[in-house]
């Protein structure tokens, strides 16, 4: 997340949000599902284990089966819910690169091209030609049409950030009740302070509106002038020109190029099924590739919908409101008086509980425990975001009658179950031994498996959905909560 800051420092953003207030009027009362329920029960079968006792272990009841036949190739480090983006822009590039799209975009022709001069070098300089071409400057023009398929020209997705930004304003909505819930924990000063922030929060779409303008983007590699007769040395020349004129020039589409090309994170951020709270702009970011299959659809029950994307909504909201969100205003900017001393010593309280508690929890991948302290603003988050999204789907639920349709011969598990059961899928993951053992110490974000298994074990209406007993795995005695019950 921390990675976008960056970005928007340069202040090349548009600050465009897609959404206005809202209230639960027009979501609660529609019934969105359209999916026959042959493909529900498709979907679920090729994840749930009916071998595993959900009140034992509930991550591998609803990814087991998954797991078991999900196959990594010899490249791939990890597979997960959230692959599909990065996916769908290596077929885009691959059809770009053979030159699909060079009659539609004079700059990415002009990218293909000089990689064609590179394929021609040998050693040295031709790594350093691939190496140029594989920073922000050769990634970008492939960006910015990728982009500009999936979000400005498909009516598709922005039919969905629509139907997005009907939910986040009921997870706000959500959100704040729950807050005038907290009465042993907030003072009527923080609480207003906190209503107030999460009034401000919103969803902005600018930073891919930015990346998806093409106008800009090829008005900037006009500039680039290559010569089928220029040299390799004379092209990276002409490069280092190109970027020194981008970086002078005094107009602004011209400078904003500059700042998305060497930004090559943000870059990268564009591309993959992501969101991510910026705590200084107190704002949610949203990639195109995350309002899609499997985590989103207009066709899904919104049990599948609730438990999958709008647990990513209201972990972001939630963000807002973690050990280090607390110390910021509804602008974005730290504010010592936002949160009173009396509701920061008992934050803290709850926050060391759930930071004890994941220290002492290990995963079956590697042989170390998880690390309490790094990945505690996530683990907050995940906890948080259970609750009020649960809360929302039930509120869904008792709009509409009480029921959703049902889904062929899992009629047998409830509405609320499915949101469970969803939820789990949405952190199945398949990943390489060495992987997770080098990546772990440093990954704010808890092992999926354990991710599932502490939220759910610490809220109780879980439980109670599947009838765990206490003492059971996934109904312990001792409970951790900061933004529960």
Same mark, same amino acid.
């Given at each position: 997340?921390?990675?976008?800051?960056?970005?928007?420092?340069?202040?090349?953003?548009?600050?465009?949000?897609?959404?206005?207030?809202?209230?639960?009027?027009?979501?609660?009362?529609?019934?969105?599902?359209?999916?026959?329920?042959?493909?529900?029960?498709?979907?679920?079968?090729?994840?749930?284990?009916?071998?595993?006792?959900?009140?034992?272990?509930?991550?591998?009841?609803?990814?087991?089966?998954?797991?078991?036949?999900?196959?990594?190739?010899?490249?791939?480090?990890?597979?997960?819910?959230?692959?599909?983006?990065?996916?769908?822009?290596?077929?885009?590039?691959?059809?770009?690169?053979?030159?699909?799209?060079?009659?539609?975009?004079?700059?990415?022709?002009?990218?293909?091209?000089?990689?064609?001069?590179?394929?021609?070098?040998?050693?040295?300089?031709?790594?350093?030609?691939?190496?140029?071409?594989?920073?922000?400057?050769?990634?970008?023009?492939?960006?910015?049409?990728?982009?500009?398929?999936?979000?400005?020209?498909?009516?598709?997705?922005?039919?969905?950030?629509?139907?997005?930004?009907?939910?986040?304003?009921?997870?706000?909505?959500?959100?704040?009740?729950?807050?005038?819930?907290?009465?042993?924990?907030?003072?009527?000063?923080?609480? #207003?302070? +906190?209503?107030? !922030?999460?009034?401000?929060?919103?969803?902005?779409?600018?930073? *891919?509106?930015?990346? /998806?303008? @093409? $106008?800009?983007?090829?008005?900037?590699?006009?500039?680039?002038?290559?010569?089928?007769?220029?040299?390799?040395?004379?092209?990276?020349?002409?490069?280092?020109?190109?970027?020194? #004129?981008? +970086?002078?020039? !005094?107009?602004?589409?011209?400078?904003?190029?500059?700042?998305? *090309?060497?930004?090559? /994170?943000? @870059? $990268?951020?564009?591309?993959?099924?992501?969101?991510?709270?910026?705590?200084?702009?107190?704002?949610?970011?949203?990639?195109?590739?995350?309002?899609?299959?499997?985590?989103?659809?207009?066709? +899904?029950?919104?049990?599948?919908?609730?438990?999958?994307?709008?647990?990513?909504?209201?972990?972001?909201?939630?963000?807002?409101?973690?050990?280090?969100?607390?110390?910021?205003?509804?602008?974005?900017?730290?504010?010592?008086?936002?949160?009173?001393?009396?509701?920061?010593?008992?934050?803290?309280?709850?926050?060391?509980?759930?930071?004890?508690?994941?220290?002492?929890?290990?995963?079956?991948?590697?042989?170390?425990?998880?690390?309490?302290?790094?990945?505690?603003?996530?683990?907050?988050?995940?906890?948080?975001?259970?609750?009020?999204?649960?809360?929302?789907?039930?509120?869904?639920?008792?709009?509409?009658?009480?029921?959703?349709?049902?889904?062929?011969?899992?009629?047998?598990?409830?509405?609320?179950?499915?949101?469970?059961?969803?939820?789990?899928?949405?952190?199945?993951?398949?990943?390489?031994?060495?992987?997770?053992?080098?990546?772990?110490?440093?990954?704010?974000?808890?092992?999926?498996?354990?991710?599932?298994?502490?939220?759910?074990?610490?809220?109780?209406?879980?439980?109670?959905?599947?009838?765990?007993?206490?003492?059971?795995?996934?109904?312990?005695?001792?409970?951790?909560?900061?933004?529960?019950?």
């Amino acid at each position: 997340m921390n990675l976008l800051y960056l970005f928007y420092s340069y202040s090349i953003l548009l600050y465009y949000s897609l959404l206005t207030r809202g209230c639960y009027g027009f979501w609660y009362g529609r019934r969105y599902h359209k999916k026959p329920a042959s493909v529900i029960l498709n979907d679920l079968s090729k994840y749930i284990n009916k071998n595993e006792d959900p009140c034992d272990n509930f991550y591998k009841f609803s990814c087991g089966k998954w797991i078991d036949e999900t196959k990594l190739s010899r490249d791939e480090k990890i597979i997960s819910q959230f692959s599909h983006g990065e996916n769908k822009f290596k077929k885009f590039l691959k059809e770009a690169v053979r030159g699909d799209y060079d009659d539609d975009s004079p700059a990415i022709k002009k990218i293909n091209y000089i990689k064609t001069k590179c394929s021609k070098l040998n050693g040295f300089w031709r790594s350093r030609c691939f190496e140029k071409l594989s920073s922000g400057f050769g990634l970008y023009p492939y960006v910015s049409y990728f982009l500009h398929k999936e979000f400005i020209k498909n009516k598709d997705t922005r039919r969905n950030f629509k139907i997005i930004g009907q939910m986040f304003n009921n997870l706000k909505n959500e959100f704040k009740l729950l807050l005038n819930e907290r009465d042993n924990m907030l003072d009527g000063m923080t609480k #207003r302070n +906190y209503m107030k !922030k999460i009034d401000n929060m919103k969803i902005d779409t600018s930073v *891919i509106i930015t990346l /998806s303008n @093409l $106008k800009t983007m090829e008005e900037c590699y006009k500039l680039l002038e290559i010569s089928r007769k220029d040299s390799y040395k004379i092209i990276l020349f002409k490069i280092r020109f190109f970027l020194t #004129r981008l +970086y002078l020039s !005094k107009k602004t589409e011209l400078n904003t190029c500059f700042k998305i *090309i060497t930004n090559y /994170s943000v @870059l $990268k951020f564009g591309i993959l099924a992501n969101a991510a709270y910026l705590v200084e702009h107190n704002e949610i970011i949203i990639t195109p590739m995350l309002i899609d299959k499997p985590m989103f659809s207009p066709d +899904y029950p919104m049990s599948y919908n609730y438990g999958s994307i709008g647990f990513i909504l209201g972990h972001e909201i939630i963000h807002g409101f973690d050990n280090v969100g607390i110390h910021f205003d509804h602008e974005g900017d730290y504010d010592r008086s936002m949160t009173s001393y009396r509701a920061k010593m008992r934050y803290r309280e709850k926050a060391d509980c759930l930071e004890n508690q994941y220290n002492e929890e290990r995963n079956n991948m590697f042989d170390k425990n998880v690390d309490g302290r790094l990945t505690l603003r996530e683990n907050i988050a995940d906890n948080g975001a259970i609750k009020i999204t649960h809360r929302a789907y039930m509120r869904y639920l008792k709009n509409i009658g009480g029921q959703e349709k049902g889904v062929g011969k899992y009629k047998n598990y409830t509405d609320e179950q499915l949101f469970f059961i969803n939820f789990g899928k949405t952190f199945c993951e398949k990943v390489a031994d060495g992987y997770v053992r080098s990546s772990h110490r440093f990954d704010e974000h808890s092992p999926g498996e354990v991710r599932v298994i502490k939220t759910l074990s610490n809220y109780r209406p879980f439980s109670k959905a599947f009838n765990c007993m206490i003492g059971d795995n996934m109904n312990p005695i001792d409970k951790c909560e900061v933004w529960m019950y």
